[in-house]
C-alpha cells in the first residue's frame, strides 16, 4: 500500500500565522509538529516512508524537505501550482503508475488534517485496502456528533461488507435544518476527504470522467523528463480543469464505497475548530504560554505573551511578529475577508 | 502664581502599559506627549518653568528630568515614597513656604489627568487666583455631562461672587440612581482634584486639621539639609498619616469654594475613560496604528502591530512586549486584579 499526501494547500484560514508561503501544513498548531508531519507519522505503522509520496506546489518542496527529513527526495511530486484535488491526483497518478503495478493500492489523503485516534484509523485503511482490491473506490465517511455545516456529507447505501456500503449520494454543505435532519437519519457521514483506491480503478476513473487530466499529467511528466522551463511546465499545467475529486469523479462514478469511521478526525479548518479541539482550562479558556482570565471563559489565545483576560467569552486570540487577530469564535472563519482586504491594499508583508 | 505637579503616583490602571517603575503620568496616552508634559504645557501661559514645581517619589525624578528638561531641576520635590495627597501637598508647602512669600497663590494638580480646553482652563485659574488672594481653599468642580458613579461629587451652596461657590458638601463617589439625581439638581459637580489656594491659607488649614503633616514635613526637610541617609528620611516620613487632602482638610474648612467648570477634563482612570476621550473611525474603533475591523465596533487598540477585528464590540486590546490584555470595556477597571494576581504570583517582570 502506497500514501499520497495532498500538500500544496495555501489556505488563508489560519492567518494571520498561516501566510502565503507559509500554509497551514507547516504551522504547529497541535503540539510540536506540524501538520504534515502528523500526518506522515500517522501512517508509520502501516506505510513505510519510502512508500509515502507528498505532492506540493514547487515553491513548497523545500518545506517538505524540511518537515520530513525521512522522506526520500524523490517521493515529492511537484506540481507547478495548486489547482485543486483532481489535478493534482491526476498528476500524482501518472507518475506513480510508472514505478507501481496497476493493482497498487493507494490512500490518498490531505496533509492538513487532525485525526487523534491513530489505531482505530489504521485499521480503516487495512478494512479500505481490501475493498480497493475489488475495484472500488472509497471514501471515509466521518459518523457525525453534531449537526455540521461546515462539511460535506455522504449518505451510504447498501451493505457491501461488514462495515462497508456504497455511497448513495454526496451532498454539499447544508444548512442548520437539514444538517439535523442527517444527524437524526444516521445514514450521513460527513466527507473526510481521504480516499483509498487501487491505482488502476483511479486511473480508469480519471479517463471516464476528465480524461483531460489524464493527458495534461502526461504531457506535464515528458515535459519534466526532457528538462523543460518551469515556465513550459506551468503553461501545459494550467489547462487542466481546477475541481475536486469528489465533483469531478466521486459524485459520478459507480462503483464507489464509504467506511464510516469514529477516528476523532478534525479537518481544523478555522480557529474555532483548532480551538474546540484543544486542552482546556477550568474556564474553557486555551493559553498558548502564560495567561490570566478574570470573568472570561471559552476563549483561545495563541500568543507567547502574558495575556490577560478580563470579561470576553468565546473570541480567539492570534498574536505574531506583525499582526494581532480578535476574532469572535462564530465568526474565525471570516479570517479570509481579512486576507482578501490585506491584498486588495498591497499590504504584500502580512500576506 | 506658581504651580505645584503632582507626579508621585504608582497606579495599576493602565497595565500593562504602566508598570510599577514607568506609571500611567510618563505613558503617552493621548498623542506623542505624556501626561507630565502635557501637563506642564497647559500651564505655560499663564506659569513660566521657573515657578512650576513637580513634587514626586525619588524613584521617579529622573523621569520628571526626561520628561520635563525645561523644569529647573530644583523644583523637582522629592518624597521619599508616596503616601497620598495630603502629605505631599504638606511638604510641598513647607518647601516652598521657604521660597515664597505666604500671601503667593498656587496652584495643586495631579500630573495624569486630561484638559481638552486649556483656555477655558486658564481663565479659571485666573478667577480662582482672585479669590484665593480672599482666602478661600479653591476646588474646581466639573460639570457634569452624565451620571458618573467613579467620582466624586462637591456640591455648590451660596455664591461668592460671578462663577464661584461655597462648598455646601463633599460627597463620595454615588450610585448610579443618586448620580442621577445630582445630574437632575444641577448643583452638584465632579471633584477634580485641582485645588488653589494661598502658601498661608493651606498651611494654616493644615495646621488646624492635621497639624501632623506639617511637622512631618518640616523634619523631613531638615534631615534632608543635614545630608542625613534617605532610609532616616523615610522612617521619618512614613509616620505621616496617609489620606488624601480632601478628607484631610478640604471636608472640613470653612472658607472653602468651587469653581464650576467646563473644560473637557478626564481623570482618564481606566482604559475605557481612555477610549471614550479618543479619537474614532466610523465603525467607533481606534487603532493606535493600522486596523481592519469586520462586523467589529466600539473597539480600542493599542499595538503597533496590524490589528484585524472580526465580531467583537466593546473591547480594549492594549500589547507591549511581553504582555497582551484583553478587556471588555465595561470592566477594564478590573485590570488592577491582575496586577494584584501577578503580585501574588512574583511574576515581577510584569509588574
Redo the contacts between chains.
Sequence with gaps: MIALIMAGGSGTRF??LSRTTFPKQYLRLVGDKSMLQLTFERLESLIPPEKVYVVTSSFQATLVREHLPSLPPENIIIEPFGMNTAPCIALSVEYLNAIYAANETMVVLPADHIIQDTASFIEALKQAETAAQKGLLITFGIIPNYPATGYGYIEKGEEIDEGIYFVKQFKEKPDLDTAREFLKQGTFFWNSGIFCWTLSSIHNALQEFIPETLEIAEEVLQLKQSFATEEEIAAVYSKMPRIPIDIGVMEKAKLRAVIPVNIGWSDVGSWKTLADISPKDENQNTFKNDG?A??AKD?YVY?D????????DG?C?V?TD???????K???E??K??VE??QKQH?DK?L
Design positions: 492567518w494571520p490570566f478574570l470573568n476563549n500568543s505573551k502574558f495575556v490577560a483576560l478580563i470579561g470576553v473570541i486570540i498574536e506583525d499582526a494581532l487577530l480578535i476574532t469572535s462564530d465568526q474565525s471570516k479570517v475577508e481579512v482586504y490585506l499590504k502580512l
